[in-house]
């Protein structure tokens, strides 16, 4: 992770569980005991890549010949899991576990070289042991294997918001009854020199550990707080008319009223932007009458974003850990136009109105808490054609990747091994 980030941190075959519909009915029976109800993140997995060491973090053998971004993503797993107990996954079955996680640059320097021998040697020189990797939804595989996640395996690649999106996608699969525990978080490699953004690269993991907080409160865990996404669209064009922040700052105050927060209530915020015009449109909208009335925290922190995805998952892991017991808002764009708010609220203020309550805001489930909004939120679908129901225009791009031959075409697939991916739309 580069310096001006420094500051932040870090920088099998089965056949899967049912898949519920969406509105919540499933969520009584895919527990089994355990609703998967009042998600909450009981482990967080940093890595920076300044002095990582694979050995040290993962152990001597097997890992030696796995993109370094996967590296990344086990070690900070390996942290989050240790932080959450051992029973964080093994308290349910591989079929009711799952993973997401987004990355804009894991694979980069791995085609650069890829591209390198075929050029000049030829495709039969290329190792077999980092071939497959050419596929970027391959770099979560050993995670699967490893912790035996067999509910999903998905990847996101949507610019700079791709992380948040696990975060949002893993606990609508959750809450719709895919799966029972999640694993989620973002991964990066540093970009090669020469590659456009890679001044600006970023390197390193984060990971979270979520599950519903009664099974964290039955084993004794305490919960480290909430997280409730809701990602969006503001087209570039339309940010960089004079209308552009009141269009960003009417879909901020949807996505937060969306999420549950209260306008009454303080709200922290984080903003990772940068100067396209969608980035300077969001950052202009960042003020109290434009974000509904609600009484900031502090001065909201613009913080430069990098070329990737890592930054804004880092920040929702600082705010969960913050001494501040304000809910904390999370904010991010891309100069492609794809945007995303991440909501956090520690477990100190879990019990205060207004927080958010991933229940109502993800799925269309029932309000579970005061303050909720009823209505699920608008998921940015991860087949590449989806159309934004926000901003009424499509991005074009960037979903989740098919992470198995044969996944459904626009819905996110997974690694091999594991089963189709969660059903996501939009209200």
Known sequence: MNDAHAAAGPRTATKGAPLGRVGGEANGEAAGGDPVV???VTG????????????????????KYLPTA???????????????????LEAVGPEERGAAVGT???????????????????????????????????????LATEHDLKGFNLTFTSPRVAGLEALQTGQ????????RRLLAGATEE????????AGTSEAGAVALVLEPEPAARSRGVAPLGRVGVRSFFLPPKAAASAEGPERAATLLRDALDALGHRPDQPLAVTAVLDGSPVGEAMAAALDEKAL?????????ELVPAGAGALEPVARVAAALGAPAGHAHAVITAAAEGNAAVCLVTPARTDATRGGPDVTSAEAGAAPAGPGATPG???????????????????????????GAPGATPGGPGITPGGSAGAEVGSR
């Open 44 to 63: 967080i997995g940093t890595v920076d890549a300044d002095g990582f060491d694979f050995r040290a973090a993962l152990g001597r053998h097997g890992y």
């Open 190 to 197: 540093a970009l090669p020199e020469g590659e456009p953004g």
């Open 292 to 300: 509904g009335g609600r009484p900031p925290a502090g001065k909201p």
């Open 172 to 179: 609508r699969a959750l809450l719709t009854g895919r799966a």
């Open 38 to 40: 009042g998600l909450v």
């Open 376 to 402: 699920g939120p608008d998921v940015t679908s991860a087949g590449a054609d989806a159309t934004p129901v926000e901003a009424g225009a499509a991005p074009g791009r960037d979903g989740a990747t098919p």
């Open 104 to 142: 804009n640059s894991a694979a980069v320097a791995l085609h650069h070289r890829m591209d390198r021998t075929v050029t000049t040697s030829g495709a039969g020189d290329l190792s077999p042991v980092t071939a497959p990797y050419f596929s970027i939804n391959l770099f979560g595989s050993r």
């Open 70 to 88: 996967s590296q990344y993503f086990l070690a900070a797993a390996k942290r989050a899991l240790a932080q959450a107990g051992p029973e964080a």
